[in-house]
């Protein structure tokens, strides 16, 4: 392609302190002046920014083995309860879970940012107890440098939203705010045009393996978002980074009034411009960028949309609606989205970040499909504990289930399961004798008797 630059050659620059970064509303100006083809040669790195609600982000955490050990099968932090069906003392806490004393007033978006603050957080935690983890409850305070790791994950982010409003004859409370009566407000959430993934709608450069800005940290895409969706120009990434290294400044937990608790978020993804195509995507200018009206009073996936506008008409502080004029407002912030564009520029040009070549890029087509559902339909137990043998057999083994791990070796005294020379598995049920040792080690539970 003409104009072709590479990531290898801009890192170079950022090394050399040679290299030209602009944020994403700059970028807009250049290509405005010069257009795209001479921007390439004005500019090699563009940063975005945005900074909103992100539901869809939470915390793994691995606090460590008390003494004695436990294996945690409900936790709590600040009574706010994590997800700990994973391993004995490793839990993810989700930014919109609820207080269980607190209710609506906080959640794990605040506990997140408590984490992020360097203030402890109780940590509470039951077992059931077993003979390797024979400890049944734990109540320690915590704080975020102690944990062993404290890795956000956010799974879905960067979604570019429509405008919410409401033409129903009471206020109702939604995930883009409290909006009022007929047609009383309307409230958008993104950053316009420095917002990440309409720099680069197109995924030219974004991918797996993309070294971003995230609370205030350095953090990875590791693919694509929840619901990507970029037929309909609704694109995600799913990304993670280091709690530890995070900044309270762009780590805050938020409460959305009569909707429940979530978590603002600061991200940024360094565009390189490695061709003229780059170079006209991030020039976009806010009133190129078109979103939906929706009415947000139809409780129902396919919500009646009322028309369309630019990020300029939002921008103004008031669009028109059914002829009427109905006064806009972000949830989220543009300074802060600003200040995140701002903050990853000053890195790159000091020398401080660098960019990363995605290991793939993300793919730029796909719709998201709704839920699928089906009535609801009796099934039956997973693991089959018996079968109907045709001869005397005792015992016989699912080879669907098996994966030949061997446990069952080490217990069978006459060889019904063994293993070759080789290693090779081998399942001889002619010497069983019937005493059942093997049954109940099974991971797998591949061993049945006969009924």
């Known amino acids: 392609m003409k104009n072709q630059k590479t990531i290898q050659a801009i890192n170079e620059k950022i090394e050399d302190g040679s290299v030209r970064v602009v944020t994403a509303s700059e970028m807009t100006e250049i290509v405005t002046e010069l257009g795209a083809e001479r921007a390439v040669h004005e500019v090699d790195v563009v940063t975005t920014g945005t900074f909103g609600a992100m539901c869809s982000s939470g915390v793994w955490m ?124 309307a409230t958008f959430s993104g950053a316009g045009e420095i917002s990440p993934i309409l720099n680069d709608p197109q995924f030219h450069t974004i991918g797996v393996g993309t070294r971003i800005f995230l609370g205030g940290a350095e953090g990875y895409i590791t693919g694509s978002g929840t619901q990507h969706s970029p037929d309909t120009g609704q694109g995600t990434l799913r990304v993670e980074g280091d709690l530890k290294q995070m900044s309270s400044d762009f780590i805050k937990g938020c409460i959305l009034t009569r909707y429940g608790v979530s978590l603002y978020v600061g991200f940024g993804v360094p565009i390189p411009v490695l061709n003229e195509e780059v170079a006209k995507s991030t020039g976009i200018s806010n009133r190129e960028i078109v979103t939906k009206v929706i009415d947000y009073s139809v409780p129902s996936r396919t919500r009646p949309r009322l028309g369309k506008v630019s990020y300029t008409d939002l921008k103004s502080g008031s669009i028109e609606i059914d002829g009427r004029e109905v006064r806009t407002a972000p949830i989220s912030s543009f300074r802060v989205a600003e200040t995140v564009a701002n903050e990853l520029k000053q890195r790159i040009a000091s020398g401080k970040f660098f960019l990363a070549s995605p290991d793939r890029l993300l793919s730029s087509s796909g719709t998201y499909r709704p839920m699928v559902q089906r009535e609801l339909t009796t099934a039956s137990s997973p693991f089959p504990t018996t079968f109907h043998a045709a001869d005397d057999q005792y015992i016989t083994l699912d080879k669907d289930r098996c994966v030949e791990c061997g446990l069952c070796v080490s217990f069978c005294e006459t060889g019904v399961f063994a293993f070759d020379d080789d290693w090779t598995f081998s399942f001889s049920p002619e010497l069983c004798v019937e005493c059942n040792l093997c049954v109940d080690v099974c991971p797998l539970k591949a061993i049945l008797l006969r009924s």
């Not at 839990?91 to 919109?96: L, N, P, R, S, V």
């Not at 939203?161 to 409290?178: D, E, F, L, P």
């Open 62 to 185: 691995n606090f460590g083995h008390a003494e004695p050990p436990i294996r945690m099968t409900r936790v709590w932090l600040n009574d706010v309860e994590a997800y700990t069906g994973v391993s004995a003392v490793d839990a993810f806490i989700g930014a919109t879970q609820l207080s269980e004393s607190l209710g609506m007033e906080y959640g794990g978006g605040h506990v997140i940012e408590d984490l992020v603050r360097g203030r402890s957080v109780h940590l509470r935690a039951e077992s059931y107890g077993t003979d390797c983890y024979p400890r049944k409850s734990l109540s320690v305070d915590i704080q975020a440098d102690e944990m062993n790791q404290a890795t956000m994950s956010n799974p879905r982010v960067g979604a570019f939203g429509a405008v919410a409003t409401n033409s129903s004859q009471k206020t109702i409370y939604t995930y883009m705010g409290k909006l009022l009566p007929d047609f009383g407000n």
